[in-house]
């Protein structure tokens, strides 16, 4: 595997202590059987949304962009998992795999994929713009690292209603670079804002690999920003876990904002649109799929741990194929929006006619 | 009425504000240790506290997305950009992030953020500090846009901005601040996307918005003394949501239209009222619309000839004089 060679990863291969069981770890351990089954059951499903989502595109019912999540579930229905009450997520445009940990229905998800009005931003958002603020999930950002400071403006509204909670802001191993993610990082540090800013290193920034694009150690970054960081391996799903209930704990408890670099790989290109054989190697895609797959290294823990068996993981994975194909469906016979429904929810007060306060034209031809 | 400052008058109003609004916050580079740069927030830290009025580093990308995201949240951030040119190092989130995640979607977030400073030439300091953006803000559907000329509207739209539940962005001008108008002690609010005639007149319609509102009346004055023309002051003091209305019924009134603005003329607000006016009131104009704008170049230094770039009134009274004299 040629993905990444960073120093410390070569240094922690040498010096490897003995292995950490994760599903001993609090956070892992108190999982109850349905609760384990359930996080498979989240990661079953994304992947066969994906593969469905992928099959629509090619049979163009998708237009535009489709960025596959497919490999790193762990790292979203790991995140997420440990959502309280008062935890907002936010993301890039690699949306659909938190969508689906945070509890969005699939309906309304390839619904938006299709453009069509029952989607979940009513066809106005499509792939990169999926948002459910009733689950405090608010977005689905398509510009490279823009979304974190929103992220770090999370946290602090958080903060200011005096509220126990934390934001996760996702972002890709190429938004690193992006000059808003460094001034986010310093606004949360220098004001102690509840936030985990959550690296997603799939090895690649669409084609251009980590040691093509970037100095150094991505989530080291955090140490000139005095912010505590850490690494963990995304291909599984109790590490991920016991890594990030850490870092939401501090921001939780302390306002301790942190960085956390977790490993991940995708299968698919960037996008649909990337064929995928100018950067990698088919060779590298195939080990990562055999060796350290999430749903496979996820199962066989569970089989191990007799929380799974043969059956259900057969019938996890019919009922996951079942729901992607019943959501293709609905998307497919719901309408499109109408070309009235392209000037609403531009403005809040056009939408709210009877409390517009305001005079004049919004709108112009 | 009192007689008070355009820079006291955004100061009550962001105080008012603070003290009815829990949600209300604060924010910019220099507005509270300091005092502001431009000292319109002065004494509102010592009033309020640091948890109400807060100083930001220098990061605008950081800070107005920060801003963006806690409206999401439901916090009523009021940020201060200390020039509004340095929109350019926050256009993604400004444009992108407030503009969009509205209608991305689907309605189901709002931005009640308002982001206020001066956006003005005039102060001799060159290209990168004195952008009028206005018109590119305005050109994305999703954001409000408020130009006030006196303290009497700064006051009453300020008010109104941090009260709207969209993005308002609140464009000031330092040449201003130090001019004093009547402001009521009473509350009032001005509503957002209504025009105000500042003048009245017969013989040709003046639109115009922001400083350029002074230099007009200044003009009219002129122009009804030395020439016996009357003339109508138009001020939009909104550009988006825009009051059209009150532009077309004193074009029906003038049958004349001279437009001033402080903007580069390429794809202006005038070109947008231009527009609009020659669709709507194509029969009600004597002859074409004309306009007074920055003159087309990045903004000089040179002090004296600096002013002979930016509208003036010396310019709007030889363009009025031409508008006039082709009409005859």
């Known amino acids: 595997m040629s993905k990444k060679s960073t120093a410390s990863a070569e240094k922690k291969a040498e010096s490897a202590p003995a292995a950490t069981d994760y599903s001993r770890v609090a956070v892992n351990s108190r999982l109850s059987r349905e609760e384990k089954i359930e996080l498979h059951r989240k990661m079953v499903r994304i992947r066969r949304f994906e593969e469905r989502s992928l099959r629509a595109y090619q049979a163009k019912k998708i237009g535009g962009f489709l960025h596959l999540y497919i490999g790193q579930e762990a790292v979203a229905v790991g995140c997420c998992s440990l959502m309280g009450p008062n935890d907002h997520v936010i993301t890039a445009y690699r949306d659909h795999g938190h969508a689906i940990a945070v509890g969005m229905d699939l309906n309304p998800l390839m619904a938006e994929l299709y453009g069509k009005a029952t989607g979940c931003s009513k066809g106005k958002g499509g792939s990169m713009h999926y948002f459910d603020p009733s689950r405090n999930f608010w977005g689905g950002h398509g510009i490279v690292g823009g979304q974190i400071p929103l992220g770090v403006g999370l946290a602090y509204g958080i903060k200011y209603k005096g509220l126990k909670g934390a934001a996760m802001a996702f972002m890709g191993d190429g938004a690193v670079n992006q000059g808003a993610v460094h001034e986010a990082y310093n606004l949360a540090a220098l004001w102690k804002l509840p936030v985990v800013f959550v690296i997603e290193n799939n090895g690649y920034s669409m084609g251009t690999s980590q040691a093509r694009s970037s100095a150094g150690e991505l989530a080291k970054r955090a140490e000139g920003y005095d912010m505590p960081w850490g690494q963990c391996?995304?291909?599984?799903?109790?590490?991920?876990?016991?890594?990030?209930?850490?870092?939401?704990?501090?921001?939780?408890?302390?306002?301790?904002?942190?960085?956390?670099?977790?490993?991940?790989?995708?299968?698919?290109?960037?996008?649909?649109?990337?064929?995928?054989n100018t950067y990698r190697s088919k060779q590298e895609i195939e080990e990562y799929r055999r060796t350290k797959d999430p749903i496979q290294v996820f199962q066989q823990e569970l089989l191990a741990e007799g929380v799974l068996d043969e059956a259900t993981i057969e019938k996890i994975d019919a009922q996951a194929r079942a729901e992607a194909d019943t959501a293709a469906d609905f998307a497919e016979a719901s309408p499109f929006p109408t070309t009235d429904d392209i000037q609403k929810d531009v403005y809040w007060e056009a939408d709210n006619p009877a409390e517009r306060k305001s005079k004049g034209r919004l709108f112009f031809d | 009425m009192p007689l008070i400052t355009y820079r006291e008058a955004v100061r009550h109003a962001l105080a008012e504000e603070i003290e009815r609004d829990r949600n209300v916050v604060v924010m910019g580079e220099e507005v509270a240790q300091f005092n502001g740069a431009y000292k319109v927030t002065e004494g509102l830290l010592a009033r309020f506290g640091p948890d109400r009025v807060v100083d930001t580093p220098i990061s605008e990308a950081g800070f107005i997305g920060m801003g963006i995201g806690a409206s999401m949240?439901?916090?009523?951030?009021?940020?201060?950009?200390?020039?509004?040119?340095?929109?350019?190092?926050?256009?993604?989130?400004?444009?992108?992030?407030?503009?969009?995640?509205?209608?991305?979607?689907?309605?189901?977030?709002?931005?009640?953020?308002?982001?206020?400073?001066?956006?003005?030439?005039?102060?001799?300091?060159?290209?990168?500090?004195?952008?009028?953006?206005?018109?590119?803000?305005?050109?994305?559907?999703?954001?409000?846009v408020v130009v006030p000329a006196t303290a009497y509207d700064a006051?009453?739209?300020?008010?109104?901005?941090?009260?709207?539940?969209?993005?308002?962005?609140?464009?000031?001008?330092?040449?201003?601040?130090?001019?004093?108008?009547?402001?009521?002690?009473?509350?009032?609010?001005?509503?957002?996307?209504?025009?105000?005639?500042?003048?009245?007149?017969?013989?040709?319609?003046?639109?115009?918005?922001?400083?350029?509102?002074?230099?007009?009346?200044?003009?009219?004055?002129?122009?009804?003394?030395?020439?016996?023309?009357?003339?109508?002051?138009?001020?939009?003091?909104?550009?988006?949501?825009?009051?059209?209305?009150?532009?077309?019924?004193?074009?029906?009134?003038?049958?004349?239209?001279?437009?001033?603005?402080?903007?580069?003329?390429?794809?202006?607000?005038?070109?947008?009222?231009?527009?609009?006016?020659?669709?709507e009131a194509f029969d009600e104009l004597d002859g074409p619309i004309h306009r007074v704008t920055t003159v087309d170049a990045p903004a000089i230094y040179s002090p004296p000839v600096e002013t002979e770039q930016l509208p003036n009134p010396q310019r709007v009274l030889k363009a009025a004089l031409e508008l006039v004299a082709g009409t005859e």
């Open chain 2, 155 to 279: 006051k009453g739209l300020l008010k109104s901005a941090i009260r709207d539940n969209d993005p308002v962005f609140f464009l000031e001008n330092t040449m201003l601040y130090g001019e004093k108008g009547e402001v009521p002690t009473e509350e009032y609010l001005i509503p957002l996307g209504l025009a105000d005639v500042k003048r009245q007149g017969t013989d040709l319609t003046i639109v115009t918005y922001g400083r350029s509102v002074l230099h007009s009346l200044a003009a009219a004055a002129v122009l009804e003394k030395e020439h016996d023309l009357s003339v109508e002051v138009v001020d939009l003091r909104s550009i988006r949501p825009l009051d059209i209305d009150t532009v077309l019924t004193s074009v029906a009134k003038t049958h004349r239209v001279l437009i001033v603005e402080e903007q580069k003329p390429f794809a202006s607000v005038g070109a947008q009222l231009t527009y609009m006016i020659q669709r």
């Open chain 1, 233 to 276: 391996n995304g291909h599984d799903l109790y590490e991920v876990r016991a890594c990030m209930d850490k870092y939401l704990t501090l921001a939780r408890e302390k306002h301790q904002p942190s960085t956390v670099e977790i490993d991940t790989y995708r299968y698919r290109g960037h996008s649909v649109a990337d064929p995928d």
């Open chain 2, 73 to 144: 949240l439901g916090i009523r951030p009021v940020m201060e950009l200390m020039f509004w040119s340095f929109y350019s190092v926050a256009f993604d989130q400004i444009l992108n992030n407030a503009a969009n995640v509205r209608y991305m979607s689907g309605g189901q977030i709002h931005c009640p953020i308002v982001i206020r400073g001066p956006a003005n030439g005039g102060t001799n300091v060159g290209a990168t500090h004195s952008h009028t953006p206005e018109n590119v803000l305005a050109n994305h559907p999703g954001v409000k």
